[in-house]
């Protein structure tokens, strides 16, 4: 299956913005974070479809992925 | 006195004259200082009902007992007065270095009495006290006020002003410190500016003393490796300043776009935290004693400045449906000159952009050229420049903030806003216990009053539900009261994403020599928002008014990741009225005024 990642602040870098990844079915966000080499103690807000999502929460075709590192607030 | 300096200016500008009165120790013990010490001094000797341009209105400018310690984040001040925009009590809150100098000069407080027959600066240096014309700088922006005052003043004074907004009373007008600090909300500048008074310079000698130095360097390192470990203050904030948001708060579907009417804002890349900082940012700024530095000095083009902050790019990006960084920047610039608040201001605009396109403000009304249509971005700097100076019927009504001005042309349900002022950058449809948090905040529309994105969105202290009912009344309650302790201590709101009740005990004993608990602390919050809530209702604040715009409250959101929902007020209200120990209808019981001592 075919799913979006959307990147956000200091975990762009050497990674850019946006990503399409191939992912074997029941793959979950944690699988994400391996294949982009991302530590889990660096994942501060992990998004499935804009709603709080779980790392062994299975993904879905098309799902869109947003992982942010710590954040400000405002 | 440990921590407070111990006396209050009390400054009569009618007559040009001034007086030094002892703090009363057991009263500051008790309401802290800052906003909640503020807030006392109102209640006892400003009539609620007055009229917030009534010369019997006061401007109290206050500091908390941190104020100028070594505390991390202790420089801020605050500006309690009767709010010319909501009717309710005001206490704006501001950082820079301008509050600390205070406290230096030997003063917890500056009590502004009167009106100033004609336009006056104060000097302050120490127990100097000296009023001069301001008829020089009457009308001129921040930036020029304060380059000009810095010549007068003693070497490395700190100077704080209004701009051409509160000269004119703009009911969204700020007062500014350090060129572009602002205690920005509820028209405080418009407060200060009917009062005749231009600028407060000042200069002091004296540190405040601390009950136990050995102790306070302790938890004073303590602290900083809280702040230094924790991901939002010691990441997040330091890197991208409060601009990271955009992103996150867009991609959870919750960021207000076209004034409220959808939530996701699909250029919200170009309005970024990421994108300011990979083509903007010059440097980082800090405040006073403050290892955060949150804050961004940016440039586009002829325009160099600070800011802007998260809630500003909102309010002149996504609620203007404007995404073009460039005019935000530059709107953010002129607001700070124009001394004018910049959630309002762009607000303001947002709304002006709604009842263009429903036709209830029409070409004809519009004049010089500019535009009204969603995403005007080059048009956002002179409606910023029109409301400071009231230019024209739309600058004018403009300078009224959304709601009169909607009101004027005939849709008040236009204006995105609580008791009259306006909603801060988060959607409360999505994100439940924020939306409890605006109607009940007791200055009106606002976030820093108890800032549930932290637990709602950031997971901090821990990850709440943001569409759950259960437990939010209890939540805003405890947000809301150690708010009002931070905002009365005299530091800064961002430092409790790092640090806990505990953890500002331990800082505010080790200055002052108490022996506060947790729970003290607390009570203390508790306290001071049952008397702001007093006034409010001695005012005219009817309950009623603790509500949101009928958008939030009836209109799901149309689309995007929140789809759906709508805030569900109505089920969180009754239960915060009883954890609160009011009546159902909102009004606090006597025998909770009485066990909280108000
Ligand atoms: S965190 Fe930011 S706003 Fe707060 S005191 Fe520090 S620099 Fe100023």
Not at chain 2, 37 to 46: D, F, K, W
Not at chain 2, 271 to 280: Q, R, V, W, Y
Not at chain 2, 402 to 409: G, I, K, P, Q, V
Not at chain 2, 416 to 434: C, H, N, S
Request: hydrophobic content about 35%.
């Amino acid at each position: 299956m075919k799913i979006k990642v959307r990147l956000f602040a200091t975990l762009r870098e050497n990674r850019g913005k946006e990503l399409e990844l191939s992912l074997q079915d029941k793959a979950t966000p944690e699988d994400v974070i391996q294949e982009l080499e991302i530590a889990k103690s660096d994942v501060a807000i992990l998004l499935v479809n804009g709603r709080d999502g779980d790392f062994s929460q299975e993904l879905r075709e098309s799902d869109v992925v947003s992982i942010f590192p710590p954040v400000g607030g405002g | 006195m440990n921590g407070y300096a111990g006396k209050i200016l009390r400054i009569n500008l009618s007559d040009h004259t001034y007086k030094t009165e002892e703090l009363d120790k057991d009263k500051a013990l008790k309401y802290i200082g800052g906003r909640g010490l503020g807030s006392r001094i109102m209640a006892e000797e400003v009539p609620p009902t007055v009229d917030a341009f009534d010369p019997e209105n006061k401007v109290i400018i206050a500091t908390g007992p941190l104020t100028g310690t070594p505390t991390p984040a202790g420089g801020r001040y605050m500006v309690v007065t009767k709010s010319p925009l909501t009717g309710t009590i005001a206490s704006s809150n501001s950082g820079g270095f301008w509050g600390s100098e205070l406290k230096f000069a030997g003063y917890d407080l500056l009590i502004l009495e009167g009106k100033s027959p004609k336009p006056v600066n104060i000097f302050i240096e120490d127990d100097k006290i000296t009023f001069k014309d301001a008829a020089h700088v009457w009308g001129k922006i921040v930036s020029e006020t304060t380059s000009i005052l810095a010549e007068e003043a003693p070497d490395k004074a700190k100077i704080l002003c209004i701009g051409p907004g509160g000269e004119n009373l703009s009911k969204i007008s700020a007062v500014m410190n350090d060129i572009n600090r602002a205690a920005g909300r509820s028209g405080v500048g418009a407060v200060v500016g009917s009062k005749n008074l231009k600028a407060i310079v000042v200069k002091g000698s004296s540190k405040p003393t601390i009950a136990d130095s050995e102790k306070l360097k302790e938890v004073v390192k303590e602290s900083r490796g809280k702040l230094k470990d924790n991901g939002v203050t010691g990441q997040g904030l330091p890197t991208y300043g409060t601009a990271v948001l955009v992103n996150i708060i867009n991609e959870g579907g919750v960021f207000p776009t076209n004034n409220f009417q959808t939530t996701y804002f699909d250029k919200a890349e170009n309005i970024s935290g990421e994108h300011l900082a990979e083509n903007f940012l010059i440097k980082r700024e800090s405040c006073f004693a403050c290892p955060i530095a949150c804050g961004r000095y940016t440039k586009a083009d002829e325009v160099e400045g600070g800011g802007p902050e998260y809630e500003t790019i909102w309010a002149f990006g996504a609620a203007c449906g404007v995404d073009d960084m460039k005019s935000v920047i530059k709107a953010n610039f002129w607001c700070n000159e124009m001394g004018l608040d910049t959630i309002s201001a762009g607000v303001t605009i947002a709304a002006a952009m709604e009842l263009y396109q429903r036709g209830k403000i029409t070409d004809a009304d519009i004049d010089d050229g500019l535009s009204l249509k969603w995403g005007a971005g080059e048009s956002l700097v002179e409606w910023v420049k029109k409301m400071g100076r009231r230019d024209g019927l739309i600058g004018d009504k403009m300078a009224e903030g959304s709601y009169r001005m909607a009101t004027h042309f005939g849709m008040p349900e236009v204006a995105m806003a609580v008791k009259k002022q306006e909603l801060p950058a988060y959607d409360p449809r999505g994100i439940r216990g924020q939306g409890l948090q605006y109607a009940t905040s007791n200055r009106g529309g606002c976030h820093v009053r108890g800032y549930l994105i932290s637990p709602e969105i950031l997971g901090l202290p821990q990850k709440l539900d943001r569409f759950a009912i259960d437990g939010k009344a209890e939540w805003v309650k405890i947000f809301q009261d150690l708010t009002a302790f931070i905002d009365s201590a005299g530091l800064c709101l961002f430092t409790s994403f790092a640090i806990d009740g505990e953890g500002y005990a331990n800082l505010t004993n080790a200055v002052l020599g108490t022996d506060f608990t947790q729970e003290d602390i607390l009570e203390a919050g508790d306290r001071i928002w049952n008397l702001e809530r007093d006034y409010n209702l001695k005012a005219g604040i009817d309950p009623s008014q603790d509500t949101l715009p009928k958008r939030l409250l009836k209109d799901p959101i149309p689309d995007g990741p929140s789809k759906g929902n709508v805030t569900r007020l109505e089920e969180m209200l009754p239960k915060y009225y009883e954890i609160r120990g009011w009546s159902e209808k909102g009004i606090p019981k006597a025998e909770t005024l009485e066990k909280l001592g108000v």
